[in-house]
């Protein structure tokens, strides 16, 4: 549905001249709730999430989609934070940026966990003089970031350390040298920035999260709570790299939560696409990225090529009167010109960057579908009021006496309403309790079948070359490592399918409630929709531990590499180690189901007793300014004189 600002402005009209025409005490309350559905779609924001490892550039991609250099490119990826790129307001202003300091409890774990990586104790004090002892020529590729990023907040953390927790606003220059300096950016939690955009006009927040390689449990909670309520969903991969180990990981998890999320708008990027040596190695790389995220369950209806760089240069150049040295070499550089070649037109860099088509299809996305939905559901409302009002004035026209009786009706239809609320609540919460043991048998079952996969990735020939005891210790930390992330990322999509059974559960429950409640004699449109929030907290996380037997299983089969890999050994260690796997598995998803099972039937219990006090709040003043209305001879002139003015379709 193409939807235009004048529709918008159309159905924001029509609320607000309802709303106004509801001025009877009966009807007032149905005017407090027009009017909050018109400031919602007047104020309406969208979040569009972006997605991708470090070096995938998302920043530069955001900056190119905005037009301008708004954020900072961060040089670490050990320090990167979420980036919220937000519509000024009256509270902040244009160029406003704030920066979120994290507290010292998130310092701390992080810290932990970083020190528990390298094997070194987390109090400063040990910490200190033990981290300047590391050979850092010595560490693998995966502990290096954990070095940087401890070494950053030793640093740092006496200059920071009574700012922690807070949120300072800075200066656009202050926050580039915050994100170059590791001692400053390793205490950043989250920046915002609030630039106008014609994605901001639009109502559409951009988020940049940290790289989906992070070495942080808590940006892994962050990207995931993201990915499961942004609208749309934005991942960029690098040309030179597309489909890295770090892109597969994430998109495993987004292919398996794909179908219980908010929103199915996912945009696939694949950036620095100018690097191509020609179509047909553009083609081949488009080919390979989609290839593997059939297999990976995520099906797109467009595959995006794009170049930041271009599209920023494009912006940017659009602005000045003369092209400035520093975009003509790079611009030449992307495109392979030579200096004396004619430089391209600013339409012909937009064209080649492919960025326009991006941002108006976000926009459609946003402003089309998202808002067509948000109307369609105002005009419901604008019918479904006018109704009930129209069944106010046909009782108000007849006699009292047929007038009272109908509200003795009513009376006792309002009375049966919490019927509906106390009925069979037990047996929703047997339900949702056995559907909860479904979907973590499921879960079992998924992984079991995954496991060889998970030792073909662990035992991997390209640095599985020699068999030593180092090599083997070091694959089965990465199979117990990938165990233990297919297992989380498991819980968490099955996280949401359960809030959203639970949720079902309130929601069909306390639709019959209003259906009853619209029905005649009572006729009164409820708003029973404010639940009380679901924990969206991730339960105790998967850590699983290589015992000793598993590494003399893994060294009789490993003694000698060439055959390991050339008969069948990874299939042999991994039906060996399968055992292992599924008892701790087992063990983990039993604990995970008690979880589950306790948290959303309190939520259940909770939701049910809020929405029933909202029930008799809501039913109670009705009832007891029908009444009044019934000896109220301007009610029913008030009332028709509502209807007259009504705002129509």
Same mark, same amino acid.
């Given at each position: 549905?193409?939807?235009?600002?004048?529709?918008?402005?159309?159905?924001?009209?029509?609320?607000?001249?309802?709303?106004?025409?509801?001025?009877?005490?009966?009807?007032?309350?149905?005017?407090?709730?027009?009017?909050?559905?018109?400031?919602?779609?007047?104020?309406?924001?969208?979040?569009?999430?972006?997605?991708?490892?470090?070096?995938?550039?998302?920043?530069?991609?955001?900056?190119?989609?905005?037009?301008?250099?708004?954020?900072?490119?961060?040089?670490?990826?050990?320090?990167?934070?979420?980036?919220?790129?937000?519509?000024?307001?009256?509270?902040?202003?244009?160029?406003?940026?704030?920066?979120?300091?994290?507290?010292?409890?998130?310092?701390?774990?992080?810290?932990?966990?970083?020190?528990?990586?390298?094997?070194?104790?987390?109090?400063?004090?040990?910490?200190?003089?033990?981290?300047?002892?590391?050979?850092?020529?010595?560490?693998?590729?995966?502990?290096?970031?954990?070095?940087?990023?401890?070494?950053?907040?030793?640093?740092?953390?006496?200059?920071?350390?009574?700012?922690?927790?807070?949120?300072?606003?800075?200066?656009?220059?202050?926050?580039?040298?915050?994100?170059?300096?590791?001692?400053?950016?390793?205490?950043?939690?989250?920046?915002?920035?609030?630039?106008?955009?014609?994605?901001?006009?639009?109502?559409?927040?951009?988020?940049?999260?940290?790289?989906?390689?992070?070495?942080?449990?808590?940006?892994?909670?962050?990207?995931?709570?993201?990915?499961?309520?942004?609208?749309?969903?934005?991942?960029?991969?690098?040309?030179?790299?597309?489909?890295?180990?770090?892109?597969?990981?994430?998109?495993?998890?987004?292919?398996?939560?794909?179908?219980?999320?908010?929103?199915?708008?996912?945009?696939?990027?694949?950036?620095?696409?100018?690097?191509?040596?020609?179509?047909?190695?553009?083609?081949?790389?488009?080919?390979?990225?989609?290839?593997?995220?059939?297999?990976?369950?995520?099906?797109?209806?467009?595959?995006?090529?794009?170049?930041?760089?271009?599209?920023?240069?494009?912006?940017?150049?659009?602005?000045?009167?003369?092209?400035?040295?520093?975009?003509?070499?790079?611009?030449?550089?992307?495109?392979?010109?030579?200096?004396?070649?004619?430089?391209?037109?600013?339409?012909?860099?937009?064209?080649?960057?492919?960025?326009?088509?991006?941002?108006?299809?976000?926009?459609?996305?946003?402003?089309?579908?998202?808002?067509?939905?948000?109307?369609?559901?105002?005009?419901?409302?604008?019918?479904?009021?006018?109704?009930?009002?129209?069944?106010?004035?046909?009782?108000?026209?007849?006699?009292?006496?047929?007038?009272?009786?109908?509200?003795?009706?009513?009376?006792?239809?309002?009375?049966?309403?919490?019927?509906?609320?106390?009925?069979?609540?037990?047996?929703?919460?047997?339900?949702?309790?056995?559907?909860?043991?479904?979907?973590?048998?499921?879960?079992?079952?998924?992984?079991?079948?995954?496991?060889?996969?998970?030792?073909?990735?662990?035992?991997?020939?390209?640095?599985?070359?020699?068999?030593?005891?180092?090599?083997? /210790?070091?694959?089965?930390? &990465?199979?117990? *490592?990938? #165990?233990?992330?297919?297992? @989380?990322? =498991? !819980?968490?999509?099955?996280?949401?399918?359960?809030?959203?059974?639970?949720?079902?559960?309130?929601?069909?429950?306390?639709?019959?409630?209003?259906?009853?409640?619209?029905?005649?004699?009572?006729?009164?449109?409820?708003?029973?929709?404010?639940?009380?929030?679901?924990?969206?907290?991730?339960?105790?996380?998967?850590?699983?531990?290589?015992?000793?037997?598993?590494?003399?299983?893994?060294?009789?089969?490993?003694?000698?590499?060439?055959?390991?890999?050339?008969?069948?050994?990874?299939?042999?260690?991994?039906?060996?180690?399968?055992?292992?796997?599924?008892?701790?598995?087992?063990?983990?998803?039993?604990?995970?189901?008690?979880?589950?099972?306790?948290?959303? /039937?309190?939520?259940?219990? &909770?939701?049910? *007793?809020? #929405?029933?006090?909202?029930? @008799?709040? =809501? !039913?109670?003043?009705?009832?007891?300014?029908?009444?009044?209305?019934?000896?109220?001879?301007?009610?029913?002139?008030?009332?028709?004189?509502?209807?007259?003015?009504?705002?129509?379709?």
């Amino acid at each position: 549905m193409n939807i235009t600002e004048q529709d918008v402005i159309k159905t924001i009209e029509a609320l607000q001249t309802a709303a106004a025409a509801c001025v009877h005490p009966l009807v007032q309350p149905y005017a407090k709730s027009l009017q909050e559905r018109a400031e919602r779609l007047r104020s309406q924001q969208f979040t569009v999430a972006f997605f991708g490892a470090f070096s995938a550039g998302k920043s530069s991609l955001i900056n190119a989609l905005l037009g301008e250099q708004v954020l900072p490119v961060s040089p670490n990826p050990t320090t990167a934070a979420i980036n919220r790129i937000l519509p000024p307001t009256e509270q902040d202003s244009e160029g406003t940026i704030r920066v979120i300091l994290k507290d010292r409890e998130t310092i701390m774990q992080e810290v932990a966990r970083s020190a528990e990586m390298l094997q070194l104790p987390s109090s400063f004090q040990e910490l200190a003089s033990r981290l300047e002892a590391v050979d850092v020529a010595t560490l693998t590729e995966r502990l290096k970031p954990h070095y940087s990023y401890l070494r950053g907040v030793l640093r740092g953390y006496a200059d920071i350390e009574q700012h922690l927790g807070q949120t300072i606003t800075i200066l656009a220059s202050e926050l580039r040298q915050m994100v170059a300096n590791e001692e400053q950016a390793a205490f950043v939690s989250r920046v915002d920035l609030y630039r106008t955009s014609e994605l901001s006009k639009a109502g559409v927040i951009l988020v940049d999260t940290p790289g989906v390689d992070s070495l942080h449990a808590r940006h892994t909670d962050v990207a995931f709570r993201y990915m499961r309520d942004a609208d749309a969903i934005v991942f960029v991969t690098y040309y030179n790299h597309a489909f890295s180990q770090s892109d597969r990981e994430f998109l495993m998890q987004l292919g398996r939560v794909k179908e219980a999320l908010a929103t199915d708008a996912l945009f696939f990027v694949i950036n620095a696409a100018d690097l191509s040596a020609n179509s047909e190695e553009l083609e081949s790389v488009k080919k390979h990225v989609d290839s593997n995220l059939a297999k990976l369950g995520v099906r797109l209806n467009k595959l995006y090529t794009v170049s930041s760089q271009l599209g920023l240069a494009a912006s940017l150049l659009a602005q000045q009167e003369q092209v400035s040295p520093s975009i003509e070499r790079m611009v030449r550089q992307r495109l392979r010109l030579s200096s004396d070649s004619p430089f391209p037109r600013v339409e012909d860099l937009r064209q080649r960057a492919g960025v326009e088509d991006l941002r108006q299809e976000i926009t459609q996305c946003t402003r089309g579908r998202l808002v067509a939905a948000s109307i369609e559901a105002a005009n419901q409302e604008l019918a479904s009021v006018f109704e009930s009002i129209e069944g106010y004035v046909r009782t108000l026209r007849g006699d009292r006496v047929t007038g009272l009786q109908e509200f003795a009706n009513q009376k006792q239809q309002a009375d049966q309403l919490q019927q509906v609320f106390s009925q069979d609540i037990e047996l929703d919460e047997v339900a949702l309790e056995q559907e909860i043991r479904e979907l973590l048998y499921h879960v079992k079952q998924r992984i079991r079948f995954s496991h060889f996969d998970l030792i073909v990735q662990a035992f991997h020939p390209s640095f599985f070359t020699r068999g030593d005891d180092r090599e083997i /210790q070091s694959a089965l930390e &990465e199979w117990v *490592r990938l #165990l233990a992330l297919i297992v @989380e990322q =498991e !819980v968490r999509a099955t996280g949401i399918r359960i809030v959203r059974s639970a949720k079902r559960i309130v929601l069909e429950r306390s639709k019959r409630v209003t259906v009853a409640a619209k029905a005649p004699p009572l006729g009164i449109v409820l708003h029973l929709d404010e639940l009380p929030a679901v924990p969206d907290d991730f339960p105790l996380q998967a850590q699983f531990e290589v015992p000793t037997q598993v590494q003399k299983l893994a060294q009789k089969e490993c003694k000698n590499v060439q055959q390991f890999f050339e008969q069948g050994g990874r299939k042999r260690l991994s039906d060996q180690l399968e055992p292992f796997a599924t008892i701790w598995v087992d063990q983990y998803l039993e604990q995970i189901q008690q979880w589950f099972v306790h948290r959303q /039937q309190m939520w259940i219990r &909770e939701a049910q *007793r809020a #929405l029933r006090v909202s029930l @008799e709040k =809501e !039913v109670t003043s009705f009832l007891a300014l029908k009444r009044q209305a019934i000896d109220d001879e301007s009610a029913l002139l008030s009332l028709t004189e509502t209807l007259r003015v009504w705002p129509k379709n």
